[in-house]
């Protein structure tokens, strides 16, 4: 009984920060139905061989210190099917986990993007520094999170030029490069 009457007093004491807590979070919820509403898919375009080439196109950036990056590049063209002409030219820059080579699990992000903004999109990802297909460093003190965005800024301008990117997608350690 001693236990039954300890849980009812932290429940009456946790009460009036539960409500507020509540609150905040159906209003987090709402807010996001609504975004989620605005940004809703704008181009029906279903990702087949014809939107996205079977194969990206691959190039090297050689950095400041010398270590070779491959990158990986694929843009979104109109289907086969479909009337629509290019949109504008934005650009995604996906900071990949660490172990993950090239657009391997990026396949429903890449879909979701390019049925919003549509024909025009390009797509970037790279191998990090002594990862892969990219170079190790001479010194493998400059395989960090810094050098790895350094490296991601190099690809970026390599592809884009000074246009930057006009999204960032990161997971794992990739949020931290971006």
Partial sequence: TLEII????????????????LLIAA????????????????????????????????????TKDGVNIRYLTVKVTGSSSSEESEGPARTVLFCNPLGQKGFQSWGSVIAAIAQTWGP??????WDYRGFFES??????????????????????KAVVGDNGADLLVGQSMGVQVG
């Fill in 135 to 156: 170079d190790d460093p001479k010194r493998l003190r400059t395989v960090d999170v810094r050098n790895h965005a350094e490296d991601g800024a190099e690809v970026l």
């Fill in 27 to 62: 209003s987090i919820t709402l807010a996001w139905a609504v975004i989620f509403n605005v940004f809703k898919a704008r181009h029906d375009i279903t990702i087949t061989r014809d939107v996205l080439p079977p194969e990206p196109d691959v190039g090297t950036v050689t």
């Fill in 120 to 125: 025009g999109t390009t797509f970037i990802c």
């Fill in 6 to 21: 300890a849980y009812t007093g932290i429940l009456l004491i946790a009460s009036p920060l539960l409500v507020p807590l």
